[in-house]
């Protein structure tokens, strides 16, 4: 199985002793790996590393053979993502703020554009100003924006956050579609257990900065039942639960 994104012995502390300890970790192609961790756990600093955000004190993380220390721009080539806030043009429709993303990628064209507003749910909202969104529709937008280019890897952080039912519906769909359609890859963070347990293939569990355990969705339901029971024992195993994801 091609290895798309390699995390190897990944470190970064705070001042305050938080942070993330020799992370380690291979995401396959067409993976859709759910990063899963309560609060604080460590998801969004592994991301910013992957993407270039901030620097590892150690390891390094490769992205379909780039180093992304090393070449960040060649690692990045092929990566969608949407990290913390999902940013528009507020004066901007949604496909005026698409139109002006697509300048940078030449394959793009107007159909394309639709095709990931229909996705997200937002062909409605299309000539609307992203002003007027609600937290929702802007995350909408933002997860249309980072998948907009075909990216053979897509990297999210909470990517349902601010999303009422059906939006986390359409977009679990619209995660699927491209993983079967486009053969895209997805590393997504959540603390949303039921989600994950219905979006992901893989999971990793991530508490207090380390990896606990990595493992099939499938596997893990055949054996725990629910992906609840799994993050539980899987904590249990490494030490009491003193938060939990929900
Ligand atoms: N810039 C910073 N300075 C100091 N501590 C930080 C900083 N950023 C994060 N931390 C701490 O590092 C730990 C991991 O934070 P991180 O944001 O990576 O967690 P997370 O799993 O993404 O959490 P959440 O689900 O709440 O977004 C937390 O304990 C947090 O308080």
Known sequence: MEKVIEIMNLTKSY?????????????????IFGFLG???????????????????????VRILGHSVTEEYEKAMAKVGCLIEIAESYHYLSAF?????????YPGVDHKRIDEVLELTGMLKFKHEKSKKFSLGMKQRLGLAAAVL????VVILDEPLNGLDVEGMIDIR????????????????SSHLIHDVELTCNRIGVIY???????????????????????????????????????
């Open 96 to 104: 005026d703020n698409l139109r002006q993303l697509a300048r940078y």
């Open 208 to 246: 207090n900065g380390k990896i606990l355990n990595v493992e099939n969705t499938q596997t893990i339901l055949k054996n725990y039942a629910t992906l609840e029971n799994y993050f539980v024992s899987e904590v249990e195993r490494n030490g009491r639960v003193s938060s939990s994801a929900s």
């Open 15 to 31: 001042g305050n002793g938080r942070g993330i300890y020799d992370l380690n970790l291979d995401i396959y192609k067409g993976d």
């Open 173 to 188: 769909k619209m995660i699927q579609h491209l993983a079967e359609k486009e053969q895209t890859t997805f590393f997504i």
């Open 38 to 60: 309560p609060n604080g756990a460590g998801k969004t600093t592994a991301m910013k590393i992957m993407t270039g955000l901030i620097r590892p004190e150690q390891g390094d």
């Open 149 to 152: 280019s075909r990216p053979q």
